[in-house]
């Protein structure tokens, strides 16, 4: 397939991996890459630049093709060193990152005097501008379906792609609510460039997490994902667990919920530890609402033979059908 | 456009417009159904049988082409006399009917024994698959996005539709979030046969309300609508004014809502007052996010014209070389 996006990018599909805490690690991003769609390597999810380093040489060593890096960039009670991410990111020769959660203006100059490409993801209209803007190459626009941090708004992709095609000038990514071909086909219609999904490649062979977890996503429906931390400001789409609900009680309670009531069992939490037992009970994790659509774990490449299949025969098949 | 909803209706392209309180009267339905689409006379806005009969026979003095009737079945406070309306359907001799609210099952043998195609919206896939169960002919997919009520799920279309897709055997219309021809081509593409649109055909020259009201929802951003009645398990998404305002004042304070809260607001709240004089802060109204895509008030049939123009040069160009 050919977008703007991967002839930008240099890929062979326009399917690109979500940043994952916990899960981007180099066997995920390199099937991802091998099998023709862009794969990402969290860069929090390394303790340290250096082992980022070491994780960037790992991938490498895994796929000869373009991968990518995240870095997500939040306010956090003990300081991370973000300019020492991003220089080791550019002294690996990695050439394309995926910002995420703050403005990212602060690292542009770094990124792009090292010709690195730069996709901003968003969750509104008037941050992808601003991404646009301050010289993003492209934003990956994020609707009220995605895992993780939708923004406070509750704009879902059937409006916010739409608007994106109207407003910007830089290529975008559809993300959130992405799963499969129908997914694709409809994105590239509202005038995406491509997809990005975190969610789906969650559950495939390769992602680095206890089978367990990919299990219950499989059983799923498209009910079991739920916000929690609207009464913060900070908005996550969860899997709903048995901690989720947890919170979900506690944010209900009568009168502002405070940041204390819910320290305790955050700190608890604990999602590395979750994705390594398949404990599922012992902390939070990201889903999306396309884990209702998920029925299977297949190899990335399966996964993403399929999507691309499907949605080639939707076009040339299903639309052209109805437009002749 | 050919769909199977365009073969089992009889319309010239796949877009039908939503069953609206005070707004589906015969200048509405008529012109919507004379510019290819079809278009829906709410049954409830006349306040007996016997003018719908009227208001019937007045849409068909003024489009040969077909039309429907849409019948909400809701609780009330004030009983209606919901097989009345049904039968003052058959008798005019319409042909397709759009059921919303309750199940719609004590009023199928009536209409199928005359004939009639009915259309049942619904706002989960249970609902959908109940409604298939029980014979309609097509359901009508509601997502998160959409004016009214949603229902209490908030799953958006990104997901409902190729879930619909999935598991339904009859057709389905997209509903929610649509307006344009990118909205279109991506409901064909994750298996809907068509669209359905309420808050766009609001904003259209033949629409029966003040133009205060259209330009108000020119104006808009995607952020402007609301969902309020949550706290009564009867949600609805309506355009964010001052009247909506005060309802998410009193929902949001500490403890239960009672529904007597609402209740002077509620019945002070004047939508058909509202639509008639165009004072904005006299009423409450449904308006899906789509009116952050709405700039103009075209004519239906320019509305209509200028999305199968859109969604044809999408799928004969745009993906089509995606996938070349």
Partial sequence: MRTRITESLGIEFPIVQGGMQWVGLAEMASAVSNAGGLGILTGLTQTSPAELVNEIERCRSMTAKPFAVNLTILPTIKPIPYQDYAQAIVDSGVKIV????????????????????????????????KAEKIGCDMVSV?????AGHPGEDDVTNMILLPLAAKRLKIPFLASGG??????????????????????????????PIH??????????????????????????RVFKNSVAQQVIDIESRPGKTQFEDLQSLVQGAKGRELFDTGDLDKGIWSAGMIVGLIDDIPTCHELISRIVAEAEEIIKR???????
């Fill in 98 to 129: 995926e910002t995420a959660g703050r403005n990212p203006e602060p690292f542009l100059p770094l990124f792009k005097s090292a010709g690195i490409k730069v996709i901003h993801k968003c969750t509104s209209i008037r941050h992808a501008l």
């Fill in 142 to 146: 994020d609707g009220f379906e995605c």
């Fill in 178 to 207: 992405l799963g499969d071909g129908k997914g694709l086909a409809a994105a590239l219609a509202m005038g995406a460039d491509g997809i990005n999904m975190g969610t789906r490649f969650m559950v495939t062979r390769e992602a």
């Fill in 211 to 236: 089978e367990k977890v990919k299990q219950k996503m499989v059983e799923a429906t498209e009910l079991d994902t739920s916000l929690i931390y609207r009464t913060l400001s900070n908005t996550a």
């Fill in 318 to 324: 299903r639309l052209i059908e109805a437009v002749s």
